[in-house]
């Protein structure tokens, strides 16, 4: 039974789904990460942006 082909389709298979699974799962972390990081701080790129612009014109 072992050296069947339908039991080594079947390891495959496990294999790519545990990747598949795997690849998902760190994917959805980077984007709930991404998406918590942009919501829990919004004043980030205001407040970089905000000192960056009156230097700008007053140096003009």
Request: hydrophobic content about 45%; charged content about 15%; aromatic content about 6%.
């Amino acid at each position: 039974m072992s050296q069947s082909p339908g039991s080594r389709w079947s390891r495959w298979n496990d294999r790519l789904k545990i990747i598949a699974l795997g690849l998902t799962l760190g994917i959805a972390a980077r984007w709930v990460t991404r998406a918590w990081q942009a919501s829990a701080a919004p004043a980030r790129p205001a407040a970089v942006e905000a000192p960056s612009d009156p230097a700008v014109t007053s140096g003009q």
